[in-house]
């Protein structure tokens, strides 16, 4: 059974730091990009990052260029996002998710398999 598991969600600070970490397993196929989503409130679910597996190409919403980071280790079937100079309106459930076939943007319907989230607030 596929499952991808976040971890590393919390509370932290205007202009703090917090990284995240997704865990795959149960993968019968190599998957061709990782990304990271996230929902507010009251928001529908948008794509902050993603990166490609095959040559490590990755892409970011504008919100997030500059402060946030993806990283992949293949080895271990895991990925991160980095998140640094953290704002209030970075406040959301942050989800994993894998793609089976060429990602070449953020859009949801990229990406096949999905965790359930971390919750990260951003507040003083």
């Known amino acids: 059974q596929e499952q991808l598991v976040e971890s590393g969600g919390g509370l932290v600070q205007p202009g703090g730091s917090l990284k995240l970490s997704c865990a795959a397993s149960?993968?019968?196929?190599?998957?061709?990009?990782m990304g990271w989503f996230r929902q507010a409130p009251d928001k529908a679910r948008e794509g902050i990052s993603y990166?490609?597996?095959?040559?490590?190409?990755?892409d970011y919403a504008d919100s997030v260029k500059g402060r946030f980071t993806i990283s992949i280790n293949k080895a271990k079937n895991m990925v991160f996002l980095q998140m640094n100079n953290l704002k209030p309106e970075d406040t959301a459930v942050y989800y994993c998710?894998?793609?089976?076939?060429?990602?070449?943007?953020?859009?949801?319907?990229?990406?096949?398999?999905w965790g359930q989230g971390t919750q990260v607030t951003v507040s003083s």
């Open positions: 998710a894998a793609a089976s076939d060429y990602v070449d943007s953020l859009a949801m319907h990229d990406f096949d398999y």
């Open positions: 149960g993968f019968s196929f190599d998957y061709t990009a």
């Open positions: 990166i490609r597996t095959g040559d490590e190409t990755t």
